[in-house]
């Protein structure tokens, strides 16, 4: 996979981008602005001069407005000297050219048309002209109507608008570049809190996984993404110090059992002995290895489940159903221990059949062990909107409330006075069960009190597909 | 019956030669996975026990060029890798069993006998006799020395069990697997108590004891204890 550009070097593109674009589109509507300014201002100043004009042609001057007239006619060509006048005849005959200029003739008729002036502009013997074009109707009856164009030489707008280009043209780059500069300064202070959080994560190690990022001394915009890293960090000790928990069981767990294999072993080695000796030895070996590789499936089993676990295939399962099986198979046991089974309620509830028996023996294995002699164990199945609960229950001394929630850690075995017998497992069935029930995406918890002992299942009624 | 065994690591393939051979089988061993398919693939062989783990070339490879080559003797993987997704693709690949490292040998033993039991194709008996003790599959009911004896359906379970596998010795295990589906281990001594039950009704009014406890391996019905 291509390694996607840095930050700072996108935030510096989108500046200059952006910057750039605003630059353009502003000059553009200064450049518009300006060239509107002109035409209005030459606007202005034709629309005087053809007052005059028309004031001049619509009747004949009286004598003694004449030295007046004069003057303003002086004054019009002194003010401006790049002032043309053009005056023709409907008809096309000119009357009047200031210059050799060529007018554009057919374009000024064509515009005379409207009644009120307008703006024409034009480019003649490498000048441009801008005029205003007006039709007047003189007051005397034989003369026909005139059009008056009056043009000044726009030179020197254009050559004003040249520069402006010019400037423009070198001043965009170079904001362009500055601002480039500008929004690279500004991308990497804006995002030195990444690096700080980048510090931070480098100091966690597998030592040091307590390390958490600073969530308040970030930017908001980055306080989300500290917090969840900081509940990653929170979950990866909590797997960690599982994990090393795990080693650290398993260990003195295996300790015992192993050392006394050997010393048995050696003890037996030390001299010869009879066949049956050997025999018996072995046998007794057996069982105690038999058991060790028990525990050691089992731990593999835990490790697994608690590592979110991925059930295999699903299937609707009537649990009363599931429970009769079970009693089957713990009906000898329980007849020997003068205990009785009962059960009632029924519910379906959608899961893994292997592990939902396995989840239920135990708790039956469970309750058995712990049961007083002649006692009963009761299973009890209820359908509440959305939940099934099971509950087993044992009639047996009571555990104290603050041992509750530890039944469910690995290698917990409670008061050895409470069980009826020494074939107590290796106390890893209630921690598997547990595992079990919440891949089931259920709960399991533990009341006791009155010589009754309860473990309450809650299983979602149809689960969906067990969290993986 | 020649079986061949695929296993690097030499003390588990020497026990499992040594435990086959004293059952009664012809066992060649092989050490690497090249040597191990030239073998399976020039003998015959009625079961092949392979480790998935093999220097050389993988069990898997192995199973799959047999399976390709058209040997179809029955073939039980063994493997330390517990997960589902090796277990499905080893009996796709055309495995016929999987056993996950540990095992007790009892259970090998058990499932080497089932395999080979199954190439063979035997008719379905209706009864079955082991010294006095007979069985009447369709009638459901059980007899020794003529007289009658009452079980429940489970004890009858039972006793097919071990009377269709008599001499084996079978594992406490695979005797819940087999009678009451409980594929897991339990740690209760429930097989215990239901096989003390059963020898109370089969074995205990009767002159010869029947049903044997191996310690440490499990129980097998004998009609002459050795």
């Known amino acids: 996979m291509k390694h996607p550009a840095s930050l700072t070097t996108r935030l510096t593109l989108l500046f200059v981008l952006v910057s750039s674009a605003v630059l353009i589109g502003l000059a553009w509507v200064l450049h518009a602005a300006v060239e509107r300014h002109f035409v209005e201002m030459d606007r202005g100043i034709l629309q005087s001069k053809v007052e005059v004009l028309e004031r001049l042609l619509s009747r004949p001057p009286a004598q003694e407005e004449l030295p007046a007239l004069q003057q303003s006619v002086d004054e019009m060509f002194r003010s401006d000297p790049g002032l043309q006048l053009f005056v023709e005849t409907a008809g096309g005959n000119v009357l009047l050219s200031s210059t050799e200029t060529a007018f554009p003739a057919d374009r000024i008729r064509a515009l005379a048309e409207g009644k009120t002036p307008s703006v024409i502009s034009w480019q003649a013997d490498e000048s441009r002209y801008r005029g205003l074009v007006k039709r007047i109707e003189p007051e005397l009856a034989d003369i026909d109507s005139l059009i008056v164009t009056a043009a000044i030489n726009i030179d020197h707008h254009d050559r004003f608008m040249d520069r402006y280009s010019r400037t423009l043209f070198v001043f965009i780059p170079i904001a362009t570049v500055f601002s480039g500069l500008l929004g690279w300064w500004a991308a990497r202070r804006g995002l030195s809190p990444l690096r700080l959080i980048q510090e931070r994560a480098a100091a966690v190690t597998a030592s040091q996984l307590s390390q958490r990022l600073p969530e308040d001394s970030v930017p908001r915009e980055l306080t989300g993404l500290t917090h969840e890293l900081n509940c990653m960090l929170d979950r990866l000790e909590e797997a960690f110090r599982r994990l090393s928990n795990f080693s650290s069981d398993l260990a003195h767990e295996m300790r015992t059992p192993v050392s006394n294999l050997l010393t048995q072993t050696q003890v037996v080695l030390s001299r010869s002995r009879s066949a049956a000796e050997y025999q018996e030895v072995l046998a007794s070996s057996a069982e105690e290895l038999d058991r060790l590789s028990r525990v050691i499936s089992d731990m593999l089993f835990l490790a697994k489940a608690e590592n979110g676990m991925s059930t295999p295939s699903t299937q609707e399962l009537r649990l009363d159903e599931e429970i009769a099986d079970l009693f089957e198979f713990y009906d000898a046991l329980a007849e020997e221990e003068g205990v009785s089974l009962t059960s009632s309620g029924r519910a379906v509830v959608r899961g893994n059949r292997l592990m939902l028996r396995r989840a239920l023996s135990n708790l039956l294995s469970n309750a058995l062990r712990h049961s007083r002699p002649g006692g009963h164990v009761g299973v009890f199945i209820r359908d509440r909107d959305g939940t099934v609960e099971l509950t087993v229950e044992n009639e047996g001394a009571a555990i104290p409330a603050e041992e509750l929630p530890r039944l469910f850690d690995r290698f917990y075995r409670g008061d050895p006075a409470r069980s009826r017998d020494d074939t107590a497992g290796v106390g890893l069935g209630l921690a598997i069960t547990q595992a079990l029930i919440r891949a089931h995406s259920g709960t399991i918890r533990a009341e006791s009190g009155k010589g009754v002992t309860r473990f309450v299942v809650e299983l979602p009624r149809s689960a969906p597909m067990p969290a993986a | ?226």
């Open chain 2, 1 to 226: 019956m020649k079986v061949l065994i695929v296993e690097d690591e030499s003390k588990t393939g020497q026990y499992l030669q040594q435990g086959l051979t004293e059952a009664g089988y012809t066992v060649d061993l092989s050490r690497d996975g090249v040597e191990g398919l030239h073998l399976a693939l020039t003998e015959p062989y009625d079961l092949m026990l392979l480790d998935v783990m093999l220097p050389g070339m993988d069990g898997w490879q192995i199973l799959e060029t047999l399976r390709r080559g058209g040997r179809d003797m029955p073939i039980l993987l063994l493997t330390a890798k517990d997960r589902v997704e090796d277990r499905v693709r080893g009996l796709d690949l055309g495995a016929d069993d999987y056993l996950i490292k540990p095992f007790a040998f009892s259970e090998l033993l058990a499932r080497v006998r089932t395999l080979l039991r199954r190439g063979r194709g035997e008719p379905e008996p209706t009864t079955l006799q082991v010294a006095d003790l007979e069985l009447d599959l369709l009638g459901h009911r059980a007899t020794r020395a003529g007289q009658r004896i009452d079980l429940t359906a489970k004890e009858f379970a039972l006793l097919e069990l071990f009377m269709r596998r008599k001499g084996e010795v079978l594992p406490r295990s695979l005797i819940a697997s087999q009678v009451w589906d409980m594929n897991f281990d339990s740690d209760t001594n429930v097989v215990e108590v239901a096989v003390r039950r059963l020898r109370r009704k089969v074995d205990e009014p009767f002159d010869t004891r029947l049903i044997r406890t191996i310690r440490g391996m499990g129980y097998v019905m004998e009609a002459e204890p050795a």
